[in-house]
């Protein structure tokens, strides 16, 4: 099994840059989730997909943010346009709908914006 | 809103001993999730151990162990028998029954030889 998959591992842009961060979930898994990690909010919920449907984005910050889960294998988190208090790591993870368990996570995004 | 509350600062441990993290949280929700999540200098975010609210004994994986004291709201995790590759972030989590898994702020362990 190859685990979430995410791309890129690393992203230097520009503020006022387009910014899209890739997530393939562990196959079978039905629940899908980004976050974002800072030093100073530490790990933050952004949004939660169950079945590709978002069921909760109240942790996306602003407009500038959107994502999408065209289909189980694939999704997307934009940001558009992006800023430097954008900076930081941005983790996709994964969780399979026969359990409540654990989220596995991927290896993460780590984003700069200059 | 849910709230994970680790307070610990950075901790030292020897070698082959065994280390307490504090996880306290505050929930009103009957049936919840707690989690405990090691992120080493790489980054990842790997599971460690499980405990469900209503599981009345307390969960165990390997080296891990979760003491759970469900009536003061604590969810502390026993590391035994420490090794050097146990040096990482500990991160304390609770899935309530929103779905909306709440991390703490982490402790910092650091293992000497």
């Known amino acids: 099994d190859a685990g979430v998959i995410q791309s890129p591992r690393h992203e230097v842009t520009e503020m006022g840059q387009e910014v899209t961060l890739r997530c393939k979930p562990i196959s079978g898994h039905n629940s899908l989730f980004w976050y974002r990690q800072t030093m100073m909010r530490g790990l933050e919920l952004l949004i939660y997909f169950n079945n590709n449907v978002p069921i909760d984005d109240s942790g996306m910050p602003e407009d500038r943010f959107s994502a999408k889960m065209p289909n189980a294998s694939f999704s997307t988190l934009k940001i558009q346009p992006s800023e430097p208090r954008d900076s930081a790591v941005y983790f996709c993870?994964?969780?399979?709908?026969?359990?409540?368990?654990?989220?596995?996570f991927g290896p993460g995004t780590r984003l700069t914006v200059l | 809103a849910q709230k994970i509350t680790q307070t610990q600062p950075g901790m030292f441990v020897q070698e082959k001993e065994a280390v307490t993290l504090d996880c306290t949280y505050d929930t009103s929700d009957q049936s919840y999730g707690l989690f405990w999540y090691k992120q080493p200098s790489s980054g990842e975010m790997i599971f460690l151990i499980y405990q469900g609210s209503y599981d009345e004994q307390n969960a165990t994986e390997g080296r891990y162990s979760l003491n759970f004291q469900k009536a003061r709201k604590s969810a502390n995790l026993v590391i035994s028998a420490s090794q050097l590759g146990d040096s990482a972030m500990y991160f304390c989590a609770m899935n309530p029954e929103s779905n909306r898994l709440a991390f703490g702020k982490g402790n910092q362990v650091v293992v000497i030889p």
């Open positions: 993870a994964s969780r399979s709908g026969r359990t409540i368990n654990e989220q596995f």
